[in-house]
T-cell receptor, first 115, second 115 residues
Framework: AQSVTQLGSHVSVSEGALVLLRCNYSSSVPPYLFWYVQYPNQGLQLLLKYTSAATLVKGINGFEAEFKKSETSFHLTKPSAHMSDAAEYFCAVRVRMDSSYKLIFGSGTRLLVRP | NAGVTQTPKFRVLKTGQSMTLLCAQDMNHEYMYWYRQDPGMGLRLIHYSVGEGTTAKGEVPDGYNVSRLKKQNFLLGLESAAPSQTSVYFC??????????????FGAGSRLTVL
């Protein structure tokens, strides 16, 4: 079965430091992968998506993720954290569902940014 | 452009009571979804719809019913609420399958507490 695993329920970084949020996937077919961000008391917003084109995907707010098939990973990075990046981040994989598709989400990683 | 609107935003119920959550989207999306979000468990799909008049079960459908009488609306019902249904509920929508990549637009969430 297709799934995603996010390592670390909480990640804390200093402002200006590198952000690295880990996601590993399990899929028997070439996956479509997504990162979503959830700010406090809001719904999820799409950060970026991988759909089998370029392996390095750039998203909004300076985030990017690299698809590594050999490592079955899709880690999210940002060179320099900003206070406004504090949020919960979800990795997701698209799976087949009858005649359609659905997204399976990981359990989420809460990013804390220290001044 | 409102996107996806959920009502109500907050609700407290007693065990055994019934209620309906309303989701409305103004983007002419074909697909609509109901997820629940619980701490440490990410988002789990309750029910979904691939078009007006159609509904299908997701990962955790027990205790919930849905209806999609109009393309823009997707209702989630709890016939007899239980404390295990205390959660934050998110509605999402996406364009049809042919548009690809299943990018979801989420509502802001509805926080339900069952006492």
């Amino acid at each position: 079965a297709q799934s995603v695993t996010q390592l670390g329920s909480h990640v804390s970084v200093s402002e200006g430091a590198l952000v690295l949020l880990r996601c590993n996937y399990s899929s028997s077919v070439p996956p479509y992968l997504f990162w979503y961000v959830q700010y406090p008391n809001q719904g999820l917003q799409l950060l970026l998506k991988y759909t089998s084109a370029a392996t390095l995907v750039k998203g909004i707010n300076g985030f990017e993720a690299e698809f590594k098939k050999s490592e079955t990973s899709f880690h999210l990075t940002k060179p320099s954290a900003h206070m406004s990046d504090a949020a919960e981040y979800f990795c997701a994989v698209r799976v087949r569902m009858d005649s359609s598709y659905k997204l399976i989400f990981g359990s989420g990683t809460r990013l804390l940014v220290r001044p | 452009n409102a996107g996806v609107t959920q009502t109500p935003k907050f609700r407290v119920l007693k065990t055994g009571q019934s209620m309906t959550l309303l989701c409305a989207q103004d983007m002419n999306h074909e697909y609509m979804y109901w997820y629940r979000q619980d701490p440490g468990m990410g988002l789990r799909l309750i029910h979904y719809s691939v078009g007006e008049g159609t509904t299908a079960k997701g990962e955790v459908p027990d205790g919930y019913n849905v209806s999609r009488l109009k393309k823009q609306n997707f209702l989630l019902g709890l016939e007899s609420a239980a404390p295990s249904q205390t959660s934050v509920y998110f509605c999402a929508s996406s364009r049809d399958r042919a548009s690809g990549a299943n990018v979801l637009t989420f509502g802001a969430g509805s926080r339900l507490t069952v006492l």
